[in-house]
C-alpha cells in the first residue's frame, strides 16, 4: 500500500505496524467519498461516516464493520518511493460478509458491489459485469 508522507494515516500506520485493507461496497460511496477527501487530523471519520470500527483478530488496527472484506496486514518492510512510502505487508487474517459468499464459500463479485475511481475523470463506475 502506498501512502503519501504528509498524510496523516502514513503516521498512523507507520506506528502501528499494521493496517486493515477494507474493501468498501458501491453502497459505502459516499463514506469511501469522505474519507478520501478529509484528514483525520481534522475529522472522526467513524462518527461523521456512520461506520462502525470493530477489533481486528490478529493486528492492533481496527475493522470497518460496514466494509465486506477485511484484510488484515502486518508491515514487514517500508519503501520510499519519492513522494509516497510503500507499505509492504503479510496477509494475517481476511474476513468476509457471508452475504457475499456463493454456494462453495467463494466471493461473488457480483454480489460484492465493488467499484473503481477513474482519476483522470475523477468519477466513480461499478465492477462486476462478466466479460
Same mark, same amino acid.
Given at each position: 500500500?502506498?501512502?503519501?508522507?504528509?498524510?496523516? &494515516?502514513?503516521?498512523l500506520?507507520?506506528?502501528?505496524?499494521?493496517?486493515?485493507?477494507?474493501?468498501? &461496497?458501491?453502497?459505502?460511496?459516499?463514506?469511501?467519498?469522505?474519507?478520501?477527501?478529509?484528514?483525520?487530523?481534522?475529522?472522526?471519520?467513524?462518527?461523521?461516516?456512520?461506520?462502525?470500527?470493530?477489533?481486528?483478530?490478529?493486528?492492533?488496527?481496527?475493522?470497518?464493520?460496514?466494509?465486506?472484506?477485511?484484510?488484515?496486514?502486518?508491515?514487514?518492510?517500508?519503501?520510499?518511493?519519492?513522494?509516497?512510502?510503500?507499505?509492504?505487508?503479510?496477509?494475517?487474517?481476511?474476513?468476509?460478509?457471508?452475504?457475499?459468499?456463493?454456494?462453495?464459500?467463494?466471493?461473488?463479485i457480483?454480489?460484492?458491489?465493488?467499484?473503481?475511481?477513474?482519476p483522470?475523470?475523477?468519477?466513480?463506475?461499478?465492477?462486476?459485469?462478466?466479460l
Open positions: 500500500m502506498g501512502i503519501r508522507t504528509q498524510r496523516h &494515516s502514513h503516521q500506520v507507520k506506528e502501528a505496524g499494521d493496517f486493515v485493507l477494507n474493501v468498501p &461496497s458501491s453502497e459505502l460511496i459516499e463514506a469511501t467519498k469522505f474519507c478520501g477527501s478529509k484528514s483525520g487530523r481534522d475529522h472522526d471519520k467513524f462518527k461523521e461516516c456512520d461506520l462502525t470500527a470493530i477489533p481486528a483478530t490478529k493486528i492492533k488496527s481496527p475493522i470497518i464493520k460496514e466494509c465486506p472484506i477485511n484484510l488484515e496486514c502486518k508491515t514487514s518492510k517500508v519503501v520510499n518511493v519519492g513522494v509516497h512510502d510503500l507499505f509492504i505487508a503479510e496477509v494475517v487474517a481476511v474476513h468476509m460478509d457471508e452475504a457475499i459468499l456463493d454456494e462453495k464459500g467463494h466471493p461473488d457480483s454480489k460484492l458491489k465493488l467499484f473503481t475511481y477513474q483522470i475523470s475523477g468519477e466513480y463506475w461499478t465492477i462486476g459485469e462478466l
